[in-house]
């Protein structure tokens, strides 16, 4: 094949060789006529091992000794926006929320606003339970193989005990004894099986199996520590479990629902005695216990599934609804005589935040105060009747694409939901604009005036970042391709690259687009401090050069000294470190150049 000339017009259609087409003593004697001895010029070149293209030092760096060890220096995680579905908990003062978020335990206090993370875990945390007397929390990482399950303080962050659990397929569901004591986890094996531990000693002490269906919950009486309860799809499980005895016996009976309810998913369990218990239901009902019998129904308390309870004296329900439910002393012994009772009082959090959201768990750290974490992942707290937003959340969409503002601590984002928010860190958000089509990549201009979107359709939208005005610089269209690039170059100039292969460069001054067809999708790019040279990385793990026209610079050794406004390309010459031998091209996502200490941001999971 030939090698396309480098004054090539700029729409056309050229074809950067990959490695096996070009030697290197072609690529450093086509480079530059005026060295002498070109190959003394270093080259990287198979490392990472993947790369199909050279690169070459800058000038002055010929002989430079590399070090081995990394930097003494690194980022340090200082906030988390969200939480996962795994729950809520709060510490016995009522100071702080407990929540999760991938591998990480977050603590957060009200007073402070700031956050503690607990890094126990290598993989994402599928469930916790939160010790009934201490300040203590029980994690399970999520795992194919055996589960990781650590005990650790809310407050110190220090792990007190670690063990494997042998479920096959994960953890599903767990809680502490009222005495604290032991733990118990429900697997996601077919028998949805139950073991028990103490925990202070890892050590499994009894196990049963539950049921074939999947198991929704599990909870033991603080009023009876013996009596135990599982719930799931279409049946309920009571148990009574011998924990006096160095190996606990277990006898589970079924609940009877008779002819007072329906068979269907129970969701959610509280205690409310030693013999009563109330469960919630995919419909909406509570269902109220005496032993394994069912007694009452308080028919659609939720308009949907009931999906948390708690309560301290009361009864506190959140449901897919968005509201939260409490349910007095009154107004319980009212529904032993009057199935169709009341709740003492209602707040809708679904209004409250703006938007439809179901309530997701629910904790309370005083008798007149719940904290709720939402399905769109914020935290609020409802005291006396009152909603306050304790935490905003970027939504349970996953986040496509993140772009730092360059002098602010500003970060843009942009999610599957089709939505790009404007972030002030550690926490406020300044806008939210929907989007008419999903977007995958998001960059702002070098002075932090403009935010470029790329939408889905080749579509291309511009953000004033200070009145948030909004300008379509191509209107999207019916087609596969999308933006999966952008780079704003000192100058003003605009780089986008699309899935469909195109390299396009928008001049901000006059407004005049080149289009450039390039052999792969290219993932990364950057430009230099002067906005002449686009260096990019693609899908063939190629490492090449564009002028501001848009044409293909054919010999990578002239630009070897160019000084570059960013660094986000995986390839080149300082970020060769960063790559561990024999790497897999997906090891590294993409580096940052660190031009001061500031707060960067990163997506999540």
Not at 68 to 78: A, N
Not at 225 to 240: L, R
Not at 537 to 564: E, K, M
Request: proline share 6%.
């Amino acid at each position: 094949s030939r090698r396309p000339d480098s004054n090539s017009t700029p729409t056309r259609l050229t074809k950067p060789l990959r490695r096996s087409s070009l030697t290197l003593s072609d690529e450093i004697r086509h480079s530059s006529p005026q060295l002498h001895n070109p190959r003394s010029v270093p080259s990287m070149r198979g490392h990472p091992e993947f790369m199909q293209a050279p690169v070459f030092a800058p000038e002055g760096m010929e002989n430079v000794v590399f070090r081995s060890d990394p930097p003494d220096f690194g980022l340090q995680l200082h906030t988390i926006l969200g939480a996962a579905n795994t729950g809520v908990g709060c510490t016995k003062d009522g100071h702080s929320v407990f929540t999760t978020a991938a591998t990480v335990g977050i603590m957060y206090d009200k007073k402070t606003k700031e956050q503690q993370f607990y890094y126990g875990h290598s993989g994402e945390i599928c469930c916790f339970a939160q010790h009934p007397l201490e300040d203590l929390a029980a994690t399970a990482q999520s795992s194919k193989a055996d589960t990781l399950i650590n005990v650790w303080h809310l407050h110190t962050m220090v792990t007190l005990a670690s063990f494997q659990d042998p479920h096959g397929r994960g953890v599903r569901a767990m809680c502490f004894t009222p005495s604290g004591d032991h733990l118990v986890t429900v697997g996601k094996d077919t028998s949805h099986s139950m073991h028990i531990y103490l925990w202070a000693k890892g050590e499994l002490v009894a196990d049963a199996r539950i049921h074939s269906e999947e198991v929704y919950a599990i909870g033991f009486n603080p009023f009876q520590s013996a009596m135990g309860v599982t719930c799931g799809k279409n049946f309920v499980k009571f148990w009574d479990v011998a924990f006096n005895d160095p190996k606990p016996k277990i006898a589970g009976k079924n609940g009877i629902i008779g002819k007072r309810g329906v068979v269907q998913r129970m969701l959610c369990i509280h205690f409310l005695s030693a013999e009563s218990s109330v469960i919630g239901t995919e419909r909406g009902d509570l269902y109220f216990w005496k032993a394994s019998v069912l007694m009452n129904v308080v028919m659609g308390a939720h308009k949907g599934p009931v999906t948390t309870m708690s309560g301290s004296g009361s009864l506190v329900t959140g449901g897919k609804d968005g509201k939260i439910l409490v349910w007095n002393q009154a107004d319980l012994e009212a529904q032993r005589r009057h199935p169709e009772c009341n709740p003492s009082s209602c707040v809708d959090l679904a209004i409250a935040s703006g938007g439809h959201t179901s309530v997701q768990s629910i904790c309370l750290p005083a008798p007149t105060t719940v904290m709720a974490l939402m399905a769109n992942h914020s935290l609020w707290e409802v005291n006396n009747g009152n909603p306050i937003l304790i935490r905003q959340s970027n939504g349970p969409s996953e986040i496509l694409a993140v772009a730092a503002h360059p002098t602010l601590p500003h970060i843009a984002c942009v999610s599957e939901d089709r939505t790009l928010r404007i972030w002030d860190i550690p926490a406020t958000l300044l806008q939210s604009i929907t989007l008419s089509h999903r977007s995958r990549s998001v960059a702002y201009s070098i002075d932090g005036s403009k935010l470029a979107v790329g939408l889905a359709g080749n579509g291309l939208l511009v953000v004033d970042t200070t009145t948030f005005a909004q300008k379509l610089l191509r209107r999207p269209s019916a087609g596969p391709g999308e933006f999966v690039s952008l780079s704003y170059s000192p100058t003003g100039m605009l780089a986008g690259a699309s899935t469909d292969r195109f390299l396009e460069i928008w001049d901000g001054a006059t407004g005049r687009r080149t289009n450039t067809k390039v052999q792969a999708v290219v993932t990364h790019m950057d430009w230099s401090a002067d906005g002449t040279v686009l260096q990019t990385d693609d899908t063939n793990h190629c490492h090449l050069y564009f002028q501001s026209d848009g044409s293909y610079i054919s010999r990578p050794l002239s630009v070897r000294s160019a000084v570059w406004s960013t660094w986000s390309c995986r390839l080149g010459w300082p970020v060769q470190g960063i790559w561990p031998p024999n790497a897999d091209p997906h090891h590294i996502t993409t580096p940052s150049q660190v031009t001061s200490v500031a707060p960067c941001a990163v997506p999540g999971t």
